[in-house]
Nanobody, 127 residues
Framework: QVDLVESGGGLVQAGGSLSLSCLASGRAFSRSAMGWFRQATGKEREFVAAITWTGDSTYYANSVKGRFTISRDNVKNTLYLQMNSLKPEDTAVYYC????????????????????WGQGTQVTVSS
Protein backbone atom coordinates (compact mmCIF):
# COMPACT_ATOMS: atom_id res chain seq x y z
CA GLN A 1 0.00 0.00 0.00
CA VAL A 2 1.24 3.46 -0.99
CA ASP A 3 -0.81 6.50 0.00
CA LEU A 4 -0.26 9.65 -2.06
CA VAL A 5 -1.28 13.17 -1.05
CA GLU A 6 -0.81 16.00 -3.53
CA SER A 7 -0.52 19.71 -2.94
CA GLY A 8 0.53 22.88 -4.72
CA GLY A 9 -2.18 23.36 -7.30
CA GLY A 10 -3.73 26.73 -7.87
CA LEU A 11 -4.39 29.58 -10.26
CA VAL A 12 -1.55 31.23 -12.17
CA GLN A 13 -1.20 33.52 -15.16
CA ALA A 14 0.18 32.28 -18.45
CA GLY A 15 3.96 32.34 -18.36
CA GLY A 16 4.04 31.82 -14.63
CA SER A 17 5.33 28.95 -12.54
CA LEU A 18 3.88 26.48 -10.10
CA SER A 19 5.36 23.64 -8.07
CA LEU A 20 3.42 20.51 -7.19
CA SER A 21 4.29 18.07 -4.43
CA CYS A 22 3.17 14.52 -3.74
CA LEU A 23 3.85 13.14 -0.29
CA ALA A 24 3.94 9.35 -0.18
CA SER A 25 3.32 7.13 2.82
CA GLY A 26 4.63 3.61 2.53
CA ARG A 27 7.84 1.76 3.07
CA ALA A 28 8.15 0.92 -0.63
CA PHE A 29 8.21 4.51 -1.90
CA SER A 30 11.94 4.52 -2.51
CA ARG A 31 11.47 1.42 -4.68
CA SER A 32 8.52 2.88 -6.61
CA ALA A 33 8.64 4.45 -10.01
CA MET A 34 6.57 7.63 -9.97
CA GLY A 35 4.66 9.60 -12.55
CA TRP A 36 2.57 12.71 -13.06
CA PHE A 37 -0.57 12.65 -15.17
CA ARG A 38 -3.18 15.28 -15.91
CA GLN A 39 -6.77 15.29 -17.03
CA ALA A 40 -8.55 18.28 -18.48
CA THR A 41 -12.32 18.52 -18.46
CA GLY A 42 -13.77 16.24 -21.10
CA LYS A 43 -10.37 14.80 -22.00
CA GLU A 44 -8.60 11.52 -21.41
CA ARG A 45 -5.95 11.22 -18.75
CA GLU A 46 -2.65 12.38 -20.22
CA PHE A 47 0.91 11.47 -19.33
CA VAL A 48 3.08 14.34 -18.14
CA ALA A 49 6.32 13.01 -16.66
CA ALA A 50 7.84 9.97 -15.00
CA ILE A 51 10.89 9.14 -12.92
CA THR A 52 12.59 5.89 -11.96
CA TRP A 53 12.72 4.84 -8.33
CA THR A 54 16.42 5.61 -8.30
CA GLY A 55 15.75 9.11 -9.63
CA ASP A 56 18.46 8.62 -12.23
CA SER A 57 16.18 8.76 -15.27
CA THR A 58 13.24 10.94 -16.24
CA TYR A 59 10.77 10.90 -19.10
CA TYR A 60 8.55 13.75 -20.31
CA ALA A 61 5.66 14.23 -22.64
CA ASN A 62 6.64 16.33 -25.63
CA SER A 63 4.09 18.95 -24.65
CA VAL A 64 5.91 19.75 -21.40
CA LYS A 65 9.52 18.93 -22.23
CA GLY A 66 11.77 21.86 -21.45
CA ARG A 67 9.14 23.53 -19.25
CA PHE A 68 8.42 20.96 -16.53
CA THR A 69 10.86 19.14 -14.27
CA ILE A 70 10.06 15.99 -12.30
CA SER A 71 12.17 15.12 -9.28
CA ARG A 72 11.97 13.11 -6.08
CA ASP A 73 13.41 13.03 -2.60
CA ASN A 74 13.45 9.49 -1.28
CA VAL A 75 14.42 10.66 2.19
CA LYS A 76 11.36 12.90 2.41
CA ASN A 77 9.21 10.43 0.45
CA THR A 78 8.13 13.26 -1.81
CA LEU A 79 7.65 13.62 -5.55
CA TYR A 80 7.80 17.04 -7.19
CA LEU A 81 6.76 18.67 -10.43
CA GLN A 82 8.18 22.09 -11.16
CA MET A 83 6.14 23.77 -13.89
CA ASN A 84 7.49 26.82 -15.68
CA SER A 85 6.26 28.86 -18.64
CA LEU A 86 2.74 27.67 -18.02
CA LYS A 87 0.19 27.86 -20.80
CA PRO A 88 -3.61 27.84 -20.67
CA GLU A 89 -3.51 24.39 -22.28
CA ASP A 90 -1.79 23.12 -19.12
CA THR A 91 -5.03 23.63 -17.21
CA ALA A 92 -6.06 20.27 -15.76
CA VAL A 93 -6.30 18.19 -12.64
CA TYR A 94 -2.84 16.81 -11.96
CA TYR A 95 -2.36 13.38 -10.40
CA CYS A 96 0.69 11.64 -9.04
CA UNK A 97 1.01 7.89 -9.39
CA UNK A 98 3.24 5.14 -8.04
CA UNK A 99 4.35 1.74 -9.25
CA UNK A 100 6.06 -0.23 -6.47
CA UNK A 101 8.36 -3.14 -7.04
CA UNK A 102 9.28 -2.51 -10.64
CA UNK A 103 12.64 -2.64 -12.31
CA UNK A 104 15.02 0.07 -11.22
CA UNK A 105 15.02 1.67 -14.65
CA UNK A 106 11.25 1.57 -15.14
CA UNK A 107 9.32 4.55 -16.43
CA UNK A 108 6.01 4.52 -18.26
CA UNK A 109 3.63 6.90 -20.00
CA UNK A 110 0.72 4.47 -19.60
CA UNK A 111 -1.59 5.13 -16.68
CA UNK A 112 -2.50 1.43 -16.45
CA UNK A 113 1.07 0.64 -15.40
CA UNK A 114 0.67 2.50 -12.12
CA UNK A 115 -0.91 0.96 -9.04
CA UNK A 116 -1.58 3.90 -6.72
CA TRP A 117 -2.91 7.38 -7.34
CA GLY A 118 -3.27 10.63 -5.49
CA GLN A 119 -6.52 12.54 -5.22
CA GLY A 120 -5.50 15.14 -7.78
CA THR A 121 -4.85 18.85 -7.53
CA GLN A 122 -6.31 21.50 -9.81
CA VAL A 123 -4.00 23.66 -11.90
CA THR A 124 -5.60 26.56 -13.74
CA VAL A 125 -3.63 28.81 -16.07
CA SER A 126 -5.30 32.06 -17.11
CA SER A 127 -4.55 34.11 -20.21
Amino acid sequence: QVDLVESGGGLVQAGGSLSLSCLASGRAFSRSAMGWFRQATGKEREFVAAITWTGDSTYYANSVKGRFTISRDNVKNTLYLQMNSLKPEDTAVYYCAAKPGGLSYFTSRYHSEYDYWGQGTQVTVSS
